[in-house]
T-cell receptor
Framework: KQEVTQIPAALSVPEGENLVLNCSFTDSAIYNLQWFRQDPGKGLTSLLL?????REQTSGRLNASLDKSSGRSTLYIAASQPGDSATYLCAVRLRTSPGGANSKLTFGKGITLSVRP | AAGVIQSPRHLIKEKRETATLKCYPI?????VYWYQQGPGQDPQFLISFYEKMQSDKGSIPDRFSAQQFSDYHSELNMSSLELGDSALYFC????????????FGQGTRLTVV
């Protein structure tokens, strides 16, 4: 059973700091990994999708890396801003045989980020 | 750009009542997923459909059923509601049978009283 862990559960940083959010998963047979942002009581906004064959993806100030063999992904946020305050969730999709993808995304519990002005 | 539309956004029901949640995927997306997120919890996969056929099933109670229609919209029917069903219900859509980027709607907040 795939388990996704995100530690710490909460993080508070001053504005302008570069930060790294960690995600680990137990089953390395993943098809892809997706990072989401969720504001309180709101929907999930897709930030980045990394296929299992990729090592990293970039979008603006965000960079996500994937190390499938060690079961880890990181989301790097450059020059953090108060508007980045939200909960960040990573989710993995397992690979099925022969080479297809499972429908289900397994989520971590998220990291609640607070960026102080 | 068009996003995933869910209705209603908020719903209050009494115990043992029935609720129907609707999801309209992004145009040309043929896969729909349903997730349940309890307070302070991560989203839990309920069920998915590809091309109007159920493709995968997660922790969906027997009291719940869902289907995808010919226009690709989906409905989640929940009967005999319990207090524990109170949660945020998300629908997501993607193009193709799994593997592509999933886009989530804003969710329906169901409160059972």
């Amino acid at each position: 059973k795939q388990e996704v862990t995100q530690i710490p559960a909460a993080l508070s940083v001053p504005e302008g700091e570069n930060l790294v959010l960690n995600c680990s998963f137990t089953d390395s047979a993943i098809y892809n990994l997706q990072w989401f942002r969720q504001d309180p009581g709101k929907g999930l906004t897709s930030l980045l999708l990394i296929q299992s064959s990729q090592r990293e993806q970039t979008s603006g100030r965000l960079n996500a890396s994937l190390d499938k063999s060690s079961g880890r992904s990181t989301l790097y946020i450059a020059a953090s801003q108060p508007g980045d305050s939200a909960t960040y969730l990573c989710a993995v999709r397992l690979r099925t045989s022969p080479g297809g993808a499972n429908s289900k995304l397994t989520f971590g519990k998220g990291i609640t980020l607070s960026v102080r002005p | 750009a068009a996003g995933v539309i869910q209705s209603p956004r908020h719903l209050i029901k009494e115990k043992r009542e029935t609720a129907t949640l609707k999801c309209y995927p992004i145009p040309r997306h043929d896969t729909v997923y349903w997730y349940q997120q309890g307070p302070g919890q991560d989203p839990q996969f309920l069920i998915s459909f590809y091309e109007k056929m159920q493709s995968d099933k997660g922790s969906i109670p027997d009291r719940f059923s869902a289907q995808q229609f010919s226009d690709y919209h989906s409905e989640l029917n929940m009967s005999s509601l319990e207090l524990g069903d109170s949660a945020l219900y998300f629908c997501a859509s993607s193009s193709g049978q799994g593997g592509t980027e999933a886009f989530f709607g804003q969710g329906t907040r169901l409160t059972v009283v």
